[in-house]
């Protein structure tokens, strides 16, 4: 007689509480990747770069070997230590501020050049680390500290749709957008980031998961209200789904 | 030992090779591009070897951040704007203990500027260059063959030190083709790394990071840093001296300067006059006890640079007020000749008197 165990902390994720807030996306993406990077044995060859921002932090959580990139340079950093180590699971975790803004560039040319790389893109529309200002991703209309009374287009620009433009990259070979707003997205982005990381191991090109995520902290809503921001508001702009599966050889 | 003719820049690229670096990122710019070139045919020859031409000079520092953390022995190459461009990167590098090596072939500048040769970066070069409190170790070399040797001892400097560390040339030396010898034989084993990140086999997960929230974690790597630092100017301090024996006044320059300066000095010696060259081959740690020493016996120093005036300052710093020193400055690329620079110390020389 004894208990079976049939739920703890993934073997890839350090005992240490997150420091996220209170229904934060982070926290269940951690947690995701870790259990994807179990699930595929791949703890021991894996290299993660965290970003500037939030998940800056990264580092205390994830079991594995994580080297920091200044802010918006992941997919360069990433990119020199993939050619340099060939046969290990390189991934970036970078936020939409660090990816469609200050980092576009790195992003696109690594997607251009087909580089074996891994990007999990948390999108939440909103410069989250900083205290709200508005991100590339801000929809319009979206209150944030620097578009008070709203993300408006003939001042800010439109949200930019960075995955549809990567997949416009011949190097690119699997692109989905996903989001963690109820156990069945939740359960879609962990199959999302399991293919992105077999799209690498196969050596078929950069690998991208934007994953849609709130931010209850910064929307100044509860987490129940911000989640349902993100299914209602966030969704129509970028819509969830593959969009770009290229086919072997 | 065999001697090929080679520009500064290829001889630059191929020492490179020959010290074990196996990784070059770089964006095209004006004069250096020829290391570039040669990194890009060579890292395609030799085994494991990895050359991208970065979309930018802020992706290609990223990019040897990377392949630093990965524990490859890695260059880069630019010249002033980009690198300008690749501080932040230096910044990090120099934070995250990351060894690297990275050449600034000089433009006149500052902004574009032009593409002749200048010594505009001295301060840039030695005074970290980015943000933050840190220095990176500076080498200038004054001939082709000076660039092969001071670029094999730039890689075993980072690594030792686990710190970036310039050569900091111009468009003369960069396209200048002289005779040169590579190093035959072993080179030094480089310092094993136990800090890579490789993947945790076998080991516990390892990570490689800057940002320290608590003050006192932070402080406690600016100092560690800074002890850093002085070991590096405790051993690491080069020069060259060149008759000081009875000089009366001494001409301290670097690099392309220092080769017109010591030109000049062979004439007016022929003369008569008795001057010496003290030229800094590590601009940081910057030779300040040499400088003081002679100050002993010679009264006047003559400063020349290709700028208007920045090493004047450490040359200053190091006399602390003892002797006297002038300033002789050609900005924006203009290239004297020997006979120009003789005259320009003759003149110094007998206005102080010093027959």
């Known amino acids: 007689m004894g208990f079976k165990k049939v739920f703890s902390r993934p073997h890839s994720l350090k005992d240490a509480p997150f420091h996220y807030c209170p229904g934060c996306g982070h926290s269940i ?37 994580m080297g920091e990139a200044p802010h918006g340079r992941g997919a360069a950093v990433a990119t020199g230590l993939k050619r340099v180590l060939p046969d290990r699971m390189v991934f970036t975790y970078q936020g939409d501020g660090d990816i469609a803004a200050i980092g576009t560039a790195e992003t696109i040319h690594a997607a251009n050049r087909g580089e074996r790389i891994t990007v999990l893109f948390i999108n939440n529309g909103v410069y989250g680390m900083t205290g709200g200002q508005m991100a590339p991703t801000t929809i319009l209309g979206q209150e944030t500290t620097t578009t008070p009374g709203g993300r408006e287009q003939v001042r800010d620009g439109f949200p930019l749709n960075l995955s549809e433009m990567l997949a416009l990259t011949k190097g690119s070979a699997y692109i989905e957008r996903t989001a963690v707003t109820n156990p069945k997205n939740i359960m879609r982005t962990k199959k999302a980031i399991e293919k992105a990381f077999r799209v690498q191991m196969e050596g078929l090109g950069f690998s991208l998961v934007e994953i849609l995520s709130p931010c209850p902290t910064n929307l100044k809503l509860r987490p129940a209200d911000a989640w349902k921001w993100v299914e209602e508001k966030m969704v129509e702009i970028f819509p969830l789904g593959v969009i770009k599966a290229a086919k072997k050889g | 030992m065999n001697k090929k003719l080679m520009s500064g820049n290829h001889a630059i690229g191929e020492a490179a090779i020959r010290a074990g670096c196996r990784c070059y990122f770089g964006y095209p710019i004006t004069p250096q591009n020829e290391i570039a070139e040669h990194m890009a045919r060579r890292l395609n020859e030799v085994e494991g070897g990895v050359f991208i031409q970065a979309e930018s000079e802020l992706a290609g520092i990223n990019m040897v951040i990377g392949a630093s953390m990965a524990g490859a022995r890695v260059m880069t190459s630019s010249s002033s704007p980009g690198i300008s461009l690749k501080q932040e990167g230096i910044s990090f590098l120099c934070a995250l203990e990351l060894p690297a090596v990275i050449v600034n072939m000089t433009r006149g500048g500052p902004g574009l500027g032009n593409i002749a040769p200048a010594q505009s970066d001295y ?32 890689f075993q400097l980072a690594d030792t030190y686990r710190i970036a560390t310039l050569i900091l040339g ?76 009875d000089a009366k006044m001494v001409v301290v320059a670097f690099g392309s300067a220092a080769r017109i300066a010591k030109g000049a000095i062979k004439r007016t010696r022929e003369e008569g006059l008795k001057v010496g060259l003290l030229r800094p081959i590590t601009l940081w740690p910057f030779p300040h006890k040499i ?51 003789s005259r320009v110390i003759s003149s110094r020389y007998y206005q102080k008197g010093l027959k």
Request: one cysteine or more.
């Open chain 1, 29 to 65: 993406i951690h947690r995701l990747v870790a259990e994807v990077i179990d699930e595929m044995g791949i703890q021991e060859k894996t290299i993660g770069v965290p970003p500037a921002g939030c998940a800056v932090l990264a580092y205390n959580y994830f079991d594995v070997d």
């Open chain 2, 123 to 154: 301060f840039q070069a030695t005074r970290g260059g980015g943000h933050g409190d840190y220095r990176t170790i500076v080498l200038a070399p004054s001939t082709v063959q000076e660039s092969v040797d001071l670029t094999v001892e730039a």
């Open chain 2, 170 to 245: 111009d468009g003369m030396l960069g396209q200048m083709m002289e005779p040169v010898a590579f190093p035959d034989g072993k080179l030094p084993k480089p310092p094993v790394k136990d800090w890579t990140l490789t993947g945790a086999k076998g080991r516990p997960s390892r990570f490689i990071r800057s940002l320290l929230l608590d003050p006192v974690v932070e402080e406690e790597l600016n100092w560690k840093l800074a002890r850093k630092h002085e070991r590096i100017a405790a051993h690491e301090v080069r020069y060259e001296a060149y008759r000081l024996e």
């Open chain 2, 291 to 341: 400088i003081k020493d002679v100050a002993k016996k010679v009264g006047h120093f003559l400063v020349f640079e290709m700028n208007t005036g920045q090493m004047v300052e450490d040359v200053r710093l190091a006399l602390g007020g003892k002797g006297e020193v002038s300033f002789y400055g050609r900005p924006g690329g203009v290239v004297i000749t020997p006979l120009e620079m």
